[in-house]
């Protein structure tokens, strides 16, 4: 047994490693009126219908089975749950349990569910049956307990490597199985209708109830490790074999028990039909009920998280009860008037004075001991405790009030104990008195009278015996060997000089508290703390413990960092390095609003205002109250502090929060919820978020739990958010998703690769079309100037270089009849000739500018140059010219009808001197369609090769001619052959040969016949 016992424990141990336990639940010794409160109601914020089961997941969610389904809730928000794929037995789960493998198990008045890493599983051999427990050992063994369709109790355990093991078919354990307990020694209890099994091993106990379980969770265990069991009309305990009634206050006596709870700390909650809540501690009983707070005094059923917190349901709502950050003692504790000292006794018992008398704490609870009201209080040598009233003075002893008068001076004001058992106190008018052992008080040496000999505080050198006395006039003085020396005074008005409170450190450093803040002095300096972000400046009180120092102030219970402490005693500029606070409560408050008007600065004479009590507990008077602040049960900073991102919204469609979530393009509004789960206090939480890809730095949203981003465009992000609690410290574990928008077509980037490609050719053919065009322009340029070369070689060939050809045949002809008088007139007739040449090459360089031909009538030009032709080349060798024009008259473009005049010159002249014709004919037709010029002579015709090569070698005529052709977009056809003549025709489209206005003056065809012809 004792083996057993020991691997049990062992299993234990192992699982509370895997499974996060809290440094600490909720400290057993209060009263549940003394615990943080919240309330969740049903139409408001978790859905329709009652909860009947509560669990929590490995994730830290909390799971809440609702007579309508599940909902899963985060301290905030609660939403309804739906497995994705699969549907449950049955939407009402009559009992939760979240395992530590993650997975969440569903009991149902149908069967049974377990959703685990996305997936539902409902196993078959649980169909129909009624499924009631739930429980998991240390071991992952997780046991099932309910009825079968065959209405006979059903008992199965689920183990992970093994198959599905299930009893209770024959009978043994009766028809149904309400409830599942494991208790410390490793037995498994069986909770039936009306009887109880425990099963250890082989062995297996049966415990007949005299009263009927109701319930569900109604098993558990107290202290000494007796089974307690819930039934309908009591509380039974199951200790030594025998069942017997669990002693409760006399009005619980007869209710029924609903549900069973014992929380971590070892206090047990019970939910009492129809009455409340029970909670109960060693011997002390509360009851929490609706006039106190409850939602409702039906529970049905109670859970405690990981952090401690416990959850009541009811049939009306959800409530919360948490650790407070400071826990109050009031009427409700017993407690009557307004707090205004508070005194830890050398037996460890509190004692304060109020406006109503002087009040001790008894297991929780305040009774009053008499009605001296408004006192200071200190303990003396003889561990009497005195209660110091303005009018009446007197000592506890043996739990009696003694009336009694210390001297005839007045209230005290302070009090201290030196360390050889001196008891210090100051009078009012007495001045300073002191109590050795003996208990007989001696005056020492000090002022009796004046205001400015009121002493306000005392304290001890921890280092020696030296005493510090604070006055009420600011001044600090220090007494050694009866020795009193002024050392110091506190700045400000008369009123904020007061000195409140000295504390004095084993390093010699002197704190002051006084309505002008707190003070320090420290190797003969007095300088005065800035506390950053603290909102007034007035201090009662100060405590150094641990890695702390504790200030009281008007305004609330501030705590710094000892190491900042330490580092502003030795820094220079005191006013700029103000300390920053670690924890501020300002729920702790001297409420002035409270006070008469004229006795507040009375309140300040009672002490002391705060101690610091041997278990580590702050006591502060707190007028409306007496608060405590325990450091040590400080929760810890919890860096593991769950943060999820639940679902990502866009465009109103929802997504699971799967890795590489891929969106579809144009998405417009992206919304992403988050929450982190701390259940203590989820309205403090803060939170921060980063989408990589968009956000460079991390953006603090505050308590907000949604991120919506309206601009996002294509591309990957990676959202992650990470949270801070109560206490401000950001948590270590982050959450984060990671999605893709996917780019519509002119959003890919083959899209802009496509669209850059295009703008780069672009810009190169504009390049190109530009060096092109400059190109043309130079050519354009370079053409120019050799078409202009040629039509002046074209030029010179057709008139210069012609009329010095005939002047030199002339000058032969004059040479050879010289001196006769036929030579003379030849030569006449040269000179004539070369005048004319010389016109002739002058109008050629005009014709560079100007047209050749000033009149527009084509047919006389080329009739005047046939008669000049004749002339020169002599009648008797063409016998017949013929210069015809056909066709109605058209205007032409001057350079063309120049062009034309050239070539029908070079024509006829060829035929006049080379080709030794008779008869010549030019013809010029004006058609519709075109402009036609036709050259024909009958002379010896051309040699085929000189057709053949496109003219004579050394001779331009002929390349001339086509040139001028092609220049004006004419075509040029020669006809020859030897004894046949020459033909030379030459055709010019209408739109380039016709200009648009006929020119004036113009007469219809003109013929010309022989010479001289008209």
């Not at 599940?70 to 609660?78: C, P, T």
């Not at 569900?216 to 490790?225: C, H, I, K």
């Not at 900073?637 to 919204?649: A, F, G, I, Q």
């Amino acid at each position: 047994m004792i083996v057993t016992a020991l691997r049990f424990l062992a299993l234990l141990v192992a699982g509370m490693a895997l499974w996060p336990v809290p440094a600490w639940a909720l400290d057993p010794r209060l009263e549940v009126t003394q615990y943080g409160h919240s309330v969740w109601k049903g139409v408001e914020r978790l859905g329709r219908g009652r909860i009947d089961s509560i669990a929590q997941t490995t994730d830290g969610y909390l799971w809440l089975g609702t007579s309508s389904g599940l909902i899963r809730f985060d301290g905030v928000r609660g939403v309804p749950w739906r497995p994705p794929v699969g549907t449950l037995p049955d939407n009402r789960a009559r009992a939760l349990l979240g395992t530590r493998d993650g997975a969440l198990w569903i009991a149902t008045s149908r069967g049974l569910a377990i959703w685990k890493d996305s997936q539902l599983v409902t196993p078959g051999q649980f169909d129909g049956s009624i499924v009631n427990a739930l429980l998991e050992d240390p071991d992952g063994t997780v046991w099932v307990a309910g009825s079968t369709k065959a209405n006979s109790a059903l008992l199965c355990a689920f183990r992970a490597t093994q198959p599905v093991e299930c009893h209770g078919s024959d009978g043994r354990f009766g028809r149904v199985i309400a409830s599942l307990y494991r208790d410390r020694d490793g037995a498994l209890w069986i909770g039936g209708r009306d009887r109880v099994w425990k099963w250890k091993g082989q062995r297996e106990e049966a415990y007949d109830l005299p009263h009927p379980i109701m319930a569900l969770r109604t098993l558990t265990e107290t202290a000494n490790g007796a089974m307690l069991v819930g039934t309908n009309r009591a509380l039974l305990k199951l200790a030594n074999g025998k069942v017997e009634p669990f002693p409760l206050p006399e009005e619980i006596e007869g209710q029924g028990v609903m549900s069973l709870l014992r929380d971590r700390e070892g206090a047990l909650w019970l939910g009492v039909a129809d009455f409340g809540l029970v909670h109960i501690f060693e011997d002390r009983t509360d009851v929490f009920r609706v006039a106190e707070g409850l939602s409702g005094d039906f529970v049905l059923d109670m859970f405690e998280d990981r952090e401690g917190n416990v959850w009541i349901s009811t049939h009306t709502a959800l409530n919360r009860f948490r650790e407070a950050t400071e826990t109050v003692y009031s009427r409700a504790q017993g407690l009557g008037g307004r707090v205004l000292s508070v005194l830890q006794a050398k037996d460890g018992v509190i004692w304060t004075s109020t406006s109503d008398g002087l009040y001790r704490l008894d297991r929780g609870r305040f009774e009053k001991v008499a009605p001296t009201r408004s006192s200071a209080l200190f303990e003396d040598p003889l561990d009497r405790i005195w209660a110091a009233a303005p009018t009446e003075r007197g000592y506890v002893k043996d739990g009696r009030f003694v009336p009694a008068e210390l001297e005839s001076g007045g209230p005290v004001d302070a009090a201290v104990q030196d360390a050889k058992g001196n008891l210090w106190f100051a009078q009012r008018r007495a001045g300073l008195l002191r109590m050795p052992a003996s208990g007989k008080i001696e005056r020492v040496g000090w002022p009796a009278a004046g205001e400015d000999a009121i002493v306000s505080s005392l304290a001890v050198d921890p280092s020696g015996d030296a005493l510090w006395i604070g006055q009420a006039s600011g001044q600090v003085s220090k007494r050694v060997d009866d020795n009193v020396q002024p050392m110091f005074s506190l700045q400000g008005t008369a009123e904020n000089r007061r000195v409140l409170h000295l504390r004095v450190e084993p390093d010699g450093s002197v704190w002051m508290s006084s309505r002008a803040g707190l003070w320090q002095f420290r190797n003969g300096a007095l300088r005065r703390m800035a506390i950053a972000g603290l909102p007034c400046n007035s201090t009662y009180w100060s405590l150094a413990k641990g890695d702390s120092v504790w200030v009281y102030t008007t305004c609330g219970l501030v705590e710094l960092d000892g190491k900042d402490v330490a580092a502003w005693s030795v820094t220079a500029d005191v006013e700029a390095n103000k300390v920053p606070m670690q924890s501020f409560r300002d729920r702790i408050v001297m409420q002035r609003t409270r006070i008469p008007v004229g006795q507040l600065p009375q309140t300040t004479i009672f002490t002391p205002k705060a101690v610091q009590a041997r278990d580590g507990r702050i006591w502060i008077a707190g007028i409306d109250g007496l608060y405590v602040v325990d450091p040590t049960r400080r929760k810890a900073v919890d860096v593991r502090l769950p943060v999820h991102v639940e679902k990502l919204v866009s465009d109103g469609v929802p997504y699971s929060p799967t890795q590489a979530l891929r969106l579809p393009p144009q998405q417009r509004d992206v919304a992403i919820e988050y929450t982190a789960l701390a259940f203590a206090a989820p309205e403090k939480l803060r939170f921060r978020h980063k989408l990589e890809g968009r956000d460079a730095e991390w953006q603090a949203v505050g308590d907000r739990r949604v991120a919506s981003y309206t601009d996002l465009p294509p591309g990957s992000y990676r959202f992650i958010v990470s949270a801070a609690g109560e206490n401000g410290v950001w948590s270590k574990e982050e959450s984060a998703i990671e999605f893709a928008i996917a780019p519509a077509w002119w959003q890919t980037l083959e899209f802009r690769a496509a669209c850059v490609a295009a703008f780069v050719l672009l810009m190169f053919g504009l390049y190109r079309l530009r060096v092109a065009s400059l190109a043309r322009q130079m050519n354009a340029t370079l053409e120019a100037r050799v078409n202009e070369r040629l039509r002046i070689s074209r030029d010179l060939h057709d008139t210069l270089l012609q009329s010095f050809q005939g002047l030199l045949l002339r000058f032969q002809t004059a040479l050879q009849l010289w001196p006769s008088p036929e030579g003379r007139d030849v030569l006449v007739k040269a000179i004539d000739q070369t005048a004319a040449a010389v016109t002739e090459g002058r109008d050629a360089v005009h014709g560079l500018r100007v047209s050749a031909t000033e009149a527009n009538d084509l047919a006389e030009a080329i009739r005047s140059l046939a008669q000049s032709l004749a002339t020169e080349y002599g009648p008797q060798r063409v016998t017949d010219l013929r210069v015809e024009v056909q066709g109605s008259l058209r205007a032409l473009h001057p350079i063309l009808r120049d062009e034309l005049f050239r070539i029908a010159g070079e024509a006829m002249r060829n035929a006049f001197r080379h080709a030794g014709a008779t008869r010549i004919e030019v013809e010029t037709r004006y058609d519709e369609r075109e402009l036609c010029l036709r050259v024909r002579d009958n002379g010896k015709g051309m040699d085929p090769a000189v057709m053949a090569h496109g003219g004579r070698e050394g001779h331009f005529g002929l390349h001339g001619m086509r040139e001028r052709a092609k220049d004006i977009g004419g075509t040029l056809a020669v006809w020859s052959g030897e004894g046949t003549g020459t033909e030379v025709e030459l055709k010019i489209p209408a739109r380039q040969a016709y200009a648009l206005q006929p020119p004036a003056g113009l007469a219809v065809p003109i013929s010309l016949s022989g010479h001289g012809a008209t």
